[in-house]
Structure formats: structure tokens, C-alpha cells
């Protein structure tokens, strides 16, 4: 459940400048960010979770470059750790944040951030009292298409965290298989499809409060 949650907060905090950055370049170079966004949907889950693992492993790029550069004697750990598995999910999911956020700030009004700057805003409080809550409604659509999908991801924990991480797919595979523990399986898939139903009524209740507010 933390590993979920810490992704999309991680999400969060990559998505949300790469979608403001797409939404203010001209509108005939948009089409070309979104594009470069959604290229990672073409190629199989399995495919890129591997391309991750040849980045972080010990012999992989990361370490390769830092040990050429002199920072680190020794290739640091991440392969089959909880870091690796939330570096993982954190950029197999990372389209589904930058996607909502920027639908949502391409319809924000300008006009707002100049209102702010008159008013003696700082920066700080422009984007905490102004663009954040009109924008909410893909925040929190962000949030819900990263954190549910995180919370049941099963492949790349598998294979960035070596089987030693024990996520809530894993768990329900397990059940299923090995375990031969259908009733437990069966359970916690329906555990994970009341909460999975309450991030989508929770996404529903406040678009439908945002509509009403105008």
C-alpha cells in the first residue's frame, strides 16, 4: 500500500511540471509532446519493466556512469529492492499522471496567474491557492489511474523486486497458484475492487462538484 502511494505522490511530482510544460508551448508543438508522452503504451509492459532493469542493475547504465564519474567505488544496490520497484512503477505509470494534468491546466485560465501577481501573490501562493484547486479535478483523476493500477501491479514488482517484494497482485497470484487459497484470493481481489470503486466515486463526487461550482 506505501509503494502505491509513494508512486503516485512521485507521479505527482514528475507529472505535474511536464504537464504544465506541454501546455504552455504553442499550441502546433503540443501534438508532438503528447506524442513523445504516449510512445512508452506502445512497447509491452514486460519490455519496459526489462529496459528499467538494465538501467538500475549493478552493471547497468546508472551505476556505470556514476563509478565513470567518480562519485561512487562501488556499484550501489537498487535491483530487487523496494526503491527499484517504485523507480519501476513510478515510470511505467507516469503517462497516466501527465495525461489528466495536462487536459486539466490546457483549459486554465491565464488570465488567473496575472490576477495573482497583481494581488502581491507570491509564487508559492499563486500555485497553492490558484492553479492547484482549479486544477484539481485532474489531480485527482491523476491520482486515481496511478494509484489503483500501482496498488495491483504485479509484473514489474515481479521482476524489479525479484519476488522478494510482496505486493497485492503478487499476493493474489500466490492464492491462486502456489496457495491453492481461493477463498483468500478471492477475498483480497474484491478488497481491491471496493477500493479501486471508492477512488472512482471519490473522482466522480468532486468532478460533479466542480461542475456544479462552474
Known sequence: MWLSIVTTALSFALGLPTAWFIATRPPATRGLWLFLVTIPFWTNLLIR????MEVI????????VLMGAGLIDAPIQILFTDTAVLIGMAYVYLPLMVLPLYAAIERF?????????????SRAQVLARVILPVIRPGIVAGCILVFIPSLGAYVTPRVLGGGTNMMIGNF????????????????????????ATAGLLTYVRVSTREGRDG
Open 49 to 52: 519493466t526489462f529496459a528499467i
Open 57 to 64: 542493475r549493478n552493471e547497468g547504465l546508472l551505476n556505470t
Open 109 to 121: 485560465d491565464m488570465r488567473l496567474l496575472e490576477a495573482g501577481y497583481d494581488l502581491y501573490a
Open 172 to 195: 493474489i497470484e500466490l492464492q491462486f497458484g502456489q496457495g491453492r487459497n481461493w477463498p483468500l484470493g478471492a477475498a483480497v481481489s474484491v478488497a481491491l475492487l471496493i477500493v
